[in-house]
């Protein structure tokens, strides 16, 4: 019997915990919404009368076009000289309700004018100051769908050009000839926006020249990015993409100013709109060349349409569709075949993003168990930060978990699961990231299914050493009795698990050096019998047949 127990042992721990599972994942190759990325929607509150968004519109571009984004244009030409009324201010909190509501967000910029020959194109710099002093509880309470703003105030269109006032360097202003004081009047508003902003919420500004002439004219390095300073929460606009090979005047040095762009959106976000059609550089070749090597996260669906068009007749406009921002593919993932409560849980995810760019807003990654008894779910913060998973080449995430305190034996579906890292959208399917594989999305849950589920135990059903106590255990397999013998046995608690680690209720009996099982009302099957005395363990293998 003796040497029944050992073979009983070895062959325990051949089957060891730390044998693991691999997991394959399929490509979906369908086109879907995930939020702060895609093309989007241009709309505007207009001038004269507010034009409030219709909430039937906006939550249609999300159900129906797939688009998770609109750009938001606040012009204030009726208040150049004047704050900016309460009725206007509420208007904008009704549409950023309805923003919300649509399970939607949006990007935003203030204007004075859309007319570059116009004597008055501008607010004094002290009224601009004010009028950001108003909005700033607007944007602080809306931070949730607000994914960030453009500089906008200065100069028609708020792009920076053709302003009127001198302050900010006058007509034909273009960054290179500008004074100190014009520097020092532009940053001014910069940092008073930046200030408006909440810290988790960037600003563009639309050429780099406008960002490098205010801070630094070095691109974004990997320690400098996301530490919420200003030079790593201004990112890009190009809104005349293509248009020309300066794309009218974006830049005025392509050798240095491409290599700087390309770094620094690494970290910070790039969009905007085409102008002009301008073939063959707005052709698809150029087009997708350059919106992945600056990392493009969102294009104007609506401007401009001959250029868009284009993108159709010459077959990449699914693949911009799909491209703009992120998009993650699991290709593997490597689970564990059993976890004990008291280890770390190791998991390896291989993931690959096809996409141009990263997620630029924070947003957290969790790995989610399910119990499949009870339904109960427990989130485990992963370390890695997905604003750090981008492409091209494939991406392995190696983690030890450590499990929650309140999680219990039993069997657990995994997900990965990537919220809104907002509160108030945390649980919303709609703001949650969807990976671009086949069978894993829960549109209810916003849930990545991994397609595996994981058996968690206290005991270790894999490394048994049955050195520890010689005992002698029989019959193997048990019909209606199982008899333990070894000296000393009335001083240990002994306790019965079946093969999900889950705790068996027996009855016993015992005697000097012995005890009698009853295990008759038990299922045939695998059990483990743990002997515990303080801090010591021995768990054996047992099976029941009748």
């Not at 509501?101 to 570059?116: H, L, V």
């Not at 302003?163 to 940053?187: M, V």
């Not at 992963?382 to 978990?401: F, H, V």
Request: net charge neutral.
């Amino acid at each position: 019997m003796k040497k029944l127990c050992t073979l009983l042992g070895v062959l325990l721990f051949v089957s060891g915990s730390a044998q693991t599972t691999n997991v394959t994942y399929k490509t979906s190759t369908l086109n879907f919404s995930n939020p702060e990325r895609g093309f989007y929607k241009h709309t505007s509150a207009g001038t004269g009368t507010y034009k409030a968004l219709t909430q039937t519109t906006i939550t249609n571009y999300r159900v129906l076009n797939n688009i998770s984004l609109i750009y938001r244009a606040f012009p204030l030409n009726d208040f150049i000289d004047t704050p900016i009324s309460e009725s206007y201010l509420a208007n904008m909190q009704s549409d950023f309700d309805k923003i919300r509501k649509a399970g939607i967000k949006c990007f935003i910029r203030f204007t004075y004018s859309d007319d570059q020959d116009v004597p008055k194109r501008d607010a004094t710099k002290e009224m601009m100051l004010t009028h950001i002093k108003q909005i700033k509880p607007l944007l602080q309470a809306n931070e949730d769908v607000i994914s960030l703003m453009q500089a906008g105030f200065i100069g028609a269109w708020g792009e920076w050009y053709y302003t009127s006032q001198a302050d900010f360097g006058g007509e034909g202003y273009d960054g290179l000839k500008a004074t100190t004081t014009n520097i020092n009047n532009r940053k001014e508003i910069v940092e008073a926006l930046l200030d408006a902003l909440p810290a988790s919420r960037m600003l563009q500004v639309r050429t780099p020249t406008f960002k490098q002439g205010l801070y630094s004219k070095n691109a974004l390095t990997t320690t400098q990015a996301f530490s919420e300073t200003s030079l790593a929460r201004i990112g890009h606009h190009n809104d005349c993409f293509l248009a020309s090979s300066s794309d009218y005047g974006t830049y005025n040095d392509v050798t240095t100013q491409y290599p700087y762009l390309a770094q620094d959106t690494k970290f910070v976000p790039m969009g905007g709109e085409t102008c002009t059609l301008n073939s063959p550089r707005t052709d698809c070749a150029t087009a997708l060349s350059e919106m992945k090597k600056f990392h493009w996260s969102f294009l104007n669906l609506d401007y401009y349409p001959g250029v868009i068009d284009g993108f159709e007749a010459n077959n990449c406009f699914t693949d911009v569709q799909k491209e703009l921002g992120y998009r993650f593919q699991l290709t593997t993932a490597t689970f564990p075949k059993s976890q004990l409560l008291k280890d770390k849980l190791p998991i390896t995810l291989k993931i690959i993003n096809s996409g141009f760019a990263a997620p630029f807003n924070e947003r957290k990654a969790y790995l989610v168990l399910k119990n499949l008894a009870t339904n109960q779910v427990f989130s485990i913060l992963m370390a890695s930060d997905p604003r750090t998973w981008l492409g091209p080449t494939e991406l392995t995430i190696n983690e030890n978990l450590t499990l929650p305190t309140n999680l219990t034996t039993g069997n657990y579906k995994l997900y990965l699961h990537l919220p809104d890292n907002m509160p108030t959208l945390a649980n919303r399917s709609e703001y949650a990231i969807r990976f671009a594989n086949d069978n894993i999305w829960d549109a209810t849950t916003g849930y990545n299914d991994l397609n595996y589920t994981i058996n968690v135990t206290d005991i270790n059903l894999g490394t048994v050493d049955s050195s520890k106590i010689n005992m002698t255990i029989y019959p193997i397999p048990s019909n209606n009795e199982l008899t333990v013998e070894f000296e000393g046995i009335n001083d240990y608690q002994i306790t019965m698990f079946n093969s999900l680690g889950q705790n068996v209720i027996i009855s016993k009996k015992s005697e000097a050096n012995k005890t009698i099982i009853n295990t008759s009302n038990l299922s045939e099957g695998l059990y483990f019998l743990e002997f515990a005395k303080g801090a010591f363990r021995d768990t054996r293998k047992i099976i029941i047949k009748h």
